[in-house]
């Protein structure tokens, strides 16, 4: 090792220790605590474990690496007992501190990248105490039992199932695997999206909800502000623009989808279904800069996942899984086409699915299922227009209108050309 290398990931060690010891002194003080290590200890503590380990792999030694770990570990449990008798119980400094011990014996031994992705993760973590606290206050038990059953059904039923089909044409696209495996998929998005609503909050903003809403459900920010719309009609437009974004972000929901199924059918709706969502930014754009309301989004969001939904979206994509390959295979490309339009009505994340699907094993052609993709896509945003127009206020249905059939134009035009 020169001394080049030497300097580097003793520096290393020497930053990510002050960068996480600024964390615990910032936090000290909004706490008005004085705690055990500030920015200079836990520098220094990074330098500790990279002369542990140098020491260890100078003297081949290594006991003596472990006996500077366990003295430091009984430095910070000795601090812990003063802290507790102090009134101040808590783990998280002395934790901290053995982290940054161990970072800095990661960046002797060379692994700098992982030592400095460590090192932001940890202050990263240490940071978000408020937002991970009044997290697990807004938490409902609910929300844990839909957590576990996500879990089950990702981690111990998806593994079980048989990755073939027993069937013959066109039952043969009934791959139980496939199957489930778009099932955890769709419910993972779902979930991620419920998450981030919690962490943040719902009254964030009305054009906030929209957006994390689209992750959740489009549908419900439609039927929910359209609604609410008809009973407060001074903020139909802000009411409109979170609809508009919802919308948009279902193009993006799709587009993620479709790309990481299969890039080749990706190469192909991009660009409709980009566009229609440019559309629709701009479109929101003008909503924004036109209405002046800058009123909460407070809206309920039930969790999106439990196992009764789950299998429910297993059998609806199997189903219309089943109906496109027969459709295809009895009716050519028309019967694809009209399958996904009415599929679109009900669902697009099933239609989707299936057709990047089809289109992977080379049952359907690329550019027969992407104009599927499409259709399906602008088939929802139509039914989803309709429940805006026909539930919403008059201001509601003159500010969307325009946007839907833009979007819908758009997308459609692109696709055939």
Request: glycine content about 10%; some cysteine.
């Amino acid at each position: 090792m020169t001394e080049l290398q030497l300097f580097t990931r003793f520096g290393a060690a020497l930053a990510i220790g002050f960068l996480i010891g600024l964390q615990r002194e910032f936090a000290s003080g909004t706490r008005s605590q004085e705690i055990v290590a500030g920015e200079r200890t836990f520098a220094l503590m990074g330098v500790v474990g990279a002369l542990a380990a140098m020491a260890a792999d100078q003297l081949d030694a290594p006991l003596a690496f472990f006996g500077v770990i366990l003295l430091l570990g009984l430095f910070s449990a000795v601090a812990y007992f003063i802290d507790a008798w102090r009134g101040f119980v808590g783990l998280t400094t002395e934790v901290a501190i053995i982290i940054t011990i161990l970072i800095g014996a990661l960046c002797y031994w060379g692994y700098l990248s992982l030592a400095m992705a460590l090192g932001i993760a940890t202050t990263a973590l240490l940071s978000l105490k408020l937002e991970t606290d009044r997290f697990v206050r807004s938490l409902t038990r609910e929300d844990i039992f839909a957590a576990l059953q996500f879990a089950v059904i990702s981690a111990i039923i998806l593994p079980i199932l048989p990755n073939q089909s027993f069937l013959p044409p066109p039952f043969d696209v009934l791959n139980p695997f496939k199957i489930w495996l778009m099932v955890v998929f769709i419910s993972g998005i779902s979930f991620l999206g419920y998450v981030a609503i919690k962490i943040v909050g719902p009254e964030q903003g009305i054009g906030l909800t929209g957006f994390l809403g689209g992750l959740v459900s489009s549908t419900a920010v439609t039927l929910s502000f359209s609604d609410r719309s008809s009973r407060e009609p001074n903020l139909s437009k802000p009411f409109a623009l979170a609809i508009m974004i919802a919308w948009t972000v279902m193009f993006s929901r799709v587009l993620i989808e479709v790309g990481v199924l299969n890039r080749q059918l990706l190469g192909m709706v991009w660009k409709p279904l980009t566009a229609a969502g440019l559309v629709g930014l701009l479109y929101g754009g003008y909503l924004f800069f036109s209405q002046r309301a800058a009123e909460k989004g407070n809206m309920d969001f039930s969790n999106p996942f439990d196992l009764k939904s789950a299998i429910k979206f297993g059998l609806l994509y199997g189903l219309v899984l089943l109906i496109s390959r027969a459709a295809q295979m009895y009716f050519g490309d028309t019967g694809i086409l009209i399958s996904s339009l009415l599929s679109g009505i009900a669902d697009v994340d099933a239609i989707t699915l299936s057709m990047a699907e089809l289109s992977n094993t080379g049952d359907v052609e690329l550019h027969i299922a992407s104009r599927a993709v499409v259709i399906a896509t602008m088939s929802n945003t139509v039914v989803k227009g309709i429940i805006a127009l026909m539930g919403g206020s008059a201001v509601l249905r003159k500010a969307l209108l325009p946007g839907l059939l833009a979007m819908t134009a758009t997308g459609i035009g692109l696709a055939f050309v």
